[in-house]
């Protein structure tokens, strides 16, 4: 399934970036490391939410 992309998308992914703390300069750099760490920090905070609740 391709996605747009829109303006409400392009926010969220920028505060994720600023809740993990990742800049557009770690990207480019190669930050998969430093995303999967903080996908495991909030993995263990947030309990799962099934696909069809997230709009």
Sequence with gaps: ????ITP??????QATMKFLGIGWAEL????CLAINE????LREQVPDVPDERIS
């Design 38 to 41: 903080g996908v495991n920090s």
């Design 8 to 13: 409400i998308l392009i926010e969220r992914i």
């Design 28 to 31: 480019e750099e190669g930050a």
């Design 1 to 4: 399934m391709k996605r747009e």
